[in-house]
């Protein structure tokens, strides 16, 4: 397999994980109704272009895409991340403007009874950064 192959391969991977958050993410509020929280939308403004992006980049195999693909995954984990960091109480929650319908780090944020959703989003992100990381590797040779 060569550099351009796997450069695709992790390209792809990358948007798969961005399609699979964003798409939850809707599921999570218009199908379970479940009101994001202040947090959960900034993570939001940075993973639907994610999803929008990266699989344009997949469909014209722009391996290049890492240049503005992970500016955006970077600044999305840093709000996950954060997030985290708060629902599991590391950090005070007085800087954050939460609202009782749509707490930051409620009973509203776990998903299948454990699963802290910022987790997730940290996770996906995660796995974003690592993929266009590994594309850039691989494009520059």
């Known amino acids: 397999m ?3 192959q796997n ?10 994980t961005a399609l699979i958050a964003t798409l939850s993410a809707i599921f999570i509020g218009e199908i379970l109704g479940r009101t994001p929280c202040v947090l959960c939308w900034y993570q939001r403004i ?3 272009p994610l999803a929008l ?6 469909y014209r195999d722009d391996s290049n895409a890492w240049h503005y693909a992970l500016p955006l995954a970077g600044l999305g984990g840093g709000f996950a991340a954060y ?9 005070e929650p007085e800087i954050v403007a939460c609202s009782a319908e749509a707490s930051c780090s409620g009973a509203g944020m776990v998903i299948f009874g454990s699963l802290p959703l910022p987790l997730l989003s940290l996770l996906a992100f995660t796995l974003i950064v690592v993929s266009l990381l590994i594309v850039r590797h691989h494009a520059k040779k």
């Open 53 to 58: 992006l990266l699989g344009i980049a997949c």
């Open 2 to 4: 060569n550099r351009a």
């Open 83 to 91: 997030h985290t960091l708060l629902y599991w109480r590391v950090i």
């Open 46 to 48: 940075f993973m639907f």
């Open 7 to 16: 450069a695709s391969i992790w390209l792809t991977m990358a948007w798969i």
